[in-house]
Each structure stands twice: as structure tokens, then as C-alpha cells.
DNA sequence: AACCATACCTTGCATTGCAAGGTATGAAGT
DNA sequence: ACTTCATACCTTGCAATGCAAGGTATGGTT
């Protein structure tokens, strides 16, 4: 019996330990909406000017406390950017590792990036207006 | 031959014009993925400190050009707030009109409001060290 | 030989924004 | 009266995307 009993409180310390690394570390559901809009710009961003591997990228972005991304996440992004143009990919093999798949930005993804970038910062502005702003009555229609 | 030819014309002109207006116009589908992290900030922050009914609420994102949204996309939204207890609605007639269901937040809905406007500052950091950062070879692993 | 770390990839699901429809009501034309 | 228009709210089905949870292959270490 008391066996039993220890069994599941290490079951349910496991299971709040667990909710509690969840939700404080990176992964509301917020979060992974906010990064809808935002992932395509971040990834760009981290491949501008370089070349880089895929666990590389994923490395890069984990300090970030927002971008905490898995590789279920970052490859099907990478095939949909090659797919549109915007990043190319080639194995280089350096003597010592294992082949790496590194990508950097085409032109059209510079492009992209900018374009993008001023549209990102638009948004910030339009946001930062809604939240500095309003208040009671604000809006005379 | 000369009648067909006008129409296809026509029809032509038509379909480029259309393309034109969405694209240059507000919906990009970028634009729209981006929508999906920060619409439910927006709108939590357009309703801080007042009540205002639906209608209203999109009149008052006109003017900001990330945030022109539908109301296929407002009462879907304003419905799962009210759901999960961030807003709350009631309908008011006031003489002159005809009856307007009017949105104020909750206690809760202001917490969340906090919290995620904290995340958003965070999120907005987080892009900045990006965008700014970089350049070849940062990342020293 | 067994194991582990690195590297890449795939499948299916959940969430969400939105276009395109719809209903109801009152006011304004005709 | 009757149609039309503007206001107000709502619904349905689709498309896009992030992600958990799986998988494969390879080379080094024990």
C-alpha cells in the first residue's frame, strides 16, 4: 500500500513537473500563433548574409525566448522556402563531420526579406498605437 | 472575331485589376499568418477601459493598415473570447439606434491582456536582435 | 556488437483567419 | 405599400501553418 502510494506521487510530481516545464518554458498557445506570422521573417533573417545548416538554425534561435522552434517545425518551413525560390540548399561535407545540408538566401529572398521586414515593422507600429493609445474614449465616429 | 476578342479583353483587364487591388491592397497572405499571433491582443486592447460593439471595433482598426479585418473574422473571434471568460457582452439600445451588443473585458481578460502584451514585447525583442544582429558569422557554437 | 549523438525528414492534427454567404430590422426613397 | 439600402450580427467551409511524435541513416565510442 504504501508502495502504491509513493508510486503515484512520483507519477504526479512527473506529471507536474512536466505542465510546469511546458508552460513556462516556451510553449503557450499564444506563442506558436505569434510565430505563424513571424517565423518565415525569423528564418530569413538568420540566413542572411551566411550559410547554415538546419540544426544549426535551430541552435541560433534558442536563446530567444520566443522562438523556440523543434525540427518539426523547421524543415517543412525550409522545403516551402526552397520550393518558393526564396533560400537555395547544398551538402557540403567538411572532413570532419558528417554531410550538412546548408542553406543561404537567393536573391528573391532578399527581397523578401525586406519586404517583409517593413512589413513587420508596420505592425509593431500599429500594435504599439493600440497599446499605448486608446483608453475611454477615443474614437469620436 | 473582333467581339471575342474585346470581351477576353475585358475579362483580362478585369482579372488584372482584381489582382492589383488584393495585392496592393491589404491581404497578403503574409499579412494574414501574421494576423493569427497579434488579433487577439488587438482586439483585447480595443476593448481596454470601454465598451464597444462589433461593428465598432472594425471601424476602429480601419485606419491601422496591418489590422483591416472582416467580420468573418471579428464575431468567430469575439464569440472564443467570450468562451474562455476574457470578454463579456450585453446588448444595448440606447433611443436613436437599433440594438448593438456591446464587449467590455473581464477581470481576467485584463490580466490576459497584461501577459500578453508582455510576450508581445518580448516577441518584438526577440525580431529586433535579428534583424539588427547577424551579419556573417555571429555564432560562435 | 551495442549504443548514442548528430543530422535530416514525414505524418497527421489543432488552431486560426477569412471569403462568402446568410438573417433581421429600421429608415429612406418611389 | 413596396422596394431598396444601410446597419448590425452570425455561420460555414476552406486554406495555411506550427508542431508533437514519430522515423531513417551514419559514424564514433564503449
Known amino acids: 500500500m504504501q508502495g502504491m502510494v509513493a508510486v503515484d506521487y512520483n507519477l504526479a ?10 508552460k513556462s518554458g516556451q510553449n503557450n498557445k499564444w506563442d506558436v500563433q505569434l510565430r505563424k506570422g513571424t517565423l518565415e521573417l525569423v528564418i530569413l533573417s538568420v540566413l542572411r548574409g551566411r550559410k547554415v545548416y538546419g540544426l544549426e538554425i535551430l541552435k541560433s534561435l534558442h536563446i530567444l525566448p520566443t522562438m523556440q522552434i523543434t525540427e518539426g517545425t523547421l524543415y ?3 522545403d516551402r522556402l526552397k520550393r518558393e525560390g526564396l533560400i537555395a540548399a547544398e551538402w557540403i561535407q567538411t572532413e570532419d563531420t558528417r554531410p550538412r545540408k546548408y542553406y543561404h538566401l537567393t536573391q528573391s529572398g532578399e527581397s523578401k526579406l525586406k519586404l517583409l521586414s517593413e512589413r513587420w515593422s508596420q505592425s509593431v507600429s500599429d500594435i504599439k498605437y493600440l497599446l499605448n493609445n486608446p483608453g475611454p474614449k477615443p474614437l469620436d465616429q
Open 13 to 22: 510530481l512527473q506529471g507536474i513537473l512536466f505542465y510546469m516545464i511546458k
Open 76 to 78: 517543412p518551413l525550409l
